[in-house]
């Protein structure tokens, strides 16, 4: 089983614990290693991300729990960026690499709010072409292969969030499977890890991890490094569904790694 966890949200941005009580509940579990990966700032979007101001409060709470809990779990700061988010700040000890949103004129359109946003973006800005806007979103996942701060690349297909439990939006269409094929790939050379991750099963959004089956098996063809996270917005979903995504990756041969 898998004692560690490098996507973690806390009440610095959109999760419902805070940094400590992540803590307690992941040496409960007996991990070994957490990383804190908070939503990095955007100017366009101040929902749920870490507000400008607080910032410098967030790494230096996560510092001194690193130092408070040294001899019991190892703590890892990070931050979870958006490819449209201003610059991060350097110095952290891992950065996630994810695509929340993608530009369309001067609309910014949330790629995991709701499928009605999608559809509604996919008719006003793609002549109702989905795979137009599933090869925007790809491209600018891909954009992260030129990123040398990022550690690993956060849930690859998140535009697949409501198509289990909704009718299915992005289907296995020629251009969709090439424009995934071409991130992956992009990215695998540039030597960047992928996740499994739980996020939208421990949130009620679906019953399967992200990626893809399809997706999975294309990482173990092609030797992709792969992590396995739970993108825990509570501490009660550490360590959600671990199970069943270690029992995919051993079903697509997936190369598993680790980031620390
Ligand atoms: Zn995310
Ligand atoms: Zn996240």
């Known amino acids: 089983m898998i004692k560690s966890n490098y996507h973690t949200h806390t009440v610095f941005s959109d999760g419902k614990n805070t940094p400590e009580e992540m803590i307690e509940a992941a040496i409960n579990l007996g991990f070994e290693k957490l990383g804190f990966s908070d939503h990095a700032y ?15 409060e967030y790494v230096t709470t996560l510092r001194r729990l690193q130092e408070k809990y040294a001899d019991r779990i190892k703590i890892y700061v990070g931050l979870e960026q958006d490819a449209l988010a201003i610059p991060v700040p350097t110095g952290l000890d891992y950065y996630i690499g994810s695509v929340h949103w993608i530009k369309k004129g001067d609309r910014y359109i949330e790629m995991d709010h709701s499928q009605e946003i999608l559809r ?8 109702g072409d989905v795979d137009g806007l599933a090869e925007d979103y790809f491209d600018l996942v891909a954009s ?9 690349i956060g849930h690859f297909d998140l ?4 198509d289990e439990k909704q009718l299915p939006l992005f289907l296995p269409t020629p251009r969709y499977t090439a424009a995934w094929q071409k991130a992956a790939k992009k ?7 992928f996740e499994i991750n739980t996020g939208a099963i421990s949130r009620g959004r679906r019953i399967t991890p992200y990626p893809s089956e399809e997706i999975l098996k294309f990482w173990g063809e092609h030797g992709a490094k792969v992590i396995i996270c739970s993108d ?10 671990f199970d069943q995504a270690e029992a995919l990756a051993k079903k697509y041969n997936i190369n598993l790694v680790d980031l620390f």
């Open 144 to 152: 992260y292969a030129e990123d040398p701060h990022v550690g690993f």
């Open 187 to 193: 990215l695998i050379d540039a030597g960047k890890i």
């Open 120 to 127: 509604d973006a996919i008719r006003d800005f793609y002549n």
């Open 159 to 162: 535009i697949t969030k409501f």
């Open 42 to 56: 955007t100017d366009f979007y101040g929902g749920w991300s870490v507000p400008k101001d607080r910032l410098e």
């Open 232 to 241: 825990c917005h509570a501490a009660d979903a550490i360590d959600c569904a």
